[in-house]
Each structure stands twice: as C-alpha cells, then as structure tokens.
C-alpha cells in the first residue's frame, strides 16, 4: 500500500531536512551527493558518485532504509552492511515518526551509515 498525499508530504519534508544537514557541499556534490527515493513503504538513502573506472558512469549505493510498518505504527531502520545485506539497526531498530528516523541515521552514532 502506497504513502497517502499526507504522508508523502512529510517523509519528502523530513528529507529536505536531513538533506540540508547532510549533504556535502556544493562544490564536491559532482563527485560526491546523497540522494533519497521512496519505493514501496521504504524510504532508501543513497550515496551518488562516478564509477572509478569510467567517470561518465553514475553509481547509486544504498546505505539506510527506512521502512514503515502500517500495523504498528512505525518505522524499521536497517543499514546496508559490506556483503550488500540489509540488517536491522540494533541500538534502535524502530522508531515512531521517519522525522525520528532520520535523525538517527543523521547522527550515525555506531558509525554503520557513514562510516
């Protein structure tokens, strides 16, 4: 089941918001930009760049998703480890609100999304 009208706008405010306190600075962004895309009930935060190889080639790697569980009201974070698996977060798996969230993934406190 999609994300009502309601519920898109806040998840597209809440990543303007963790996009201003995230994002590298302009100047780097052409090598360097965290980009957002909701698929399903999944909110996915990517890391863009060139590929190393061939600069003209655009890579999107995945490094959080946060998924919202209808029936409980809540929201899954998993972070994406080295053998390209989703795993949950463990200090915090779930949280209320995606504002919530993201501030988690944000502060990376055990350093699984940023590194």
Request: some cysteine; proline content about 5%; hydrophobic content about 40%.
């Amino acid at each position: 089941m999609a994300f009502s009208e309601f519920e898109q706008f806040r998840i597209e405010r809440a990543i303007d918001a963790f996009m201003k306190q995230r994002r590298p600075r302009p100047d780097i962004r052409e090598k360097l930009d965290l980009s957002a895309r909701i698929e399903r009930q999944s909110l996915v935060l990517y890391e863009v760049r060139p590929d190393w190889q061939d600069k003209t080639v655009i890579r999107e790697h995945p490094f959080a998703k946060l998924t919202y569980v209808r029936t409980r009201n809540s929201w899954n974070i998993f972070w994406m480890r080295a053998n390209l698996k989703w795993y949950g977060y463990e200090p915090e798996p779930s949280v209320r609100s995606i504002e919530e969230a993201l501030q988690i993934v944000a502060e990376d406190k055990f350093a699984c999304f940023f590194g």
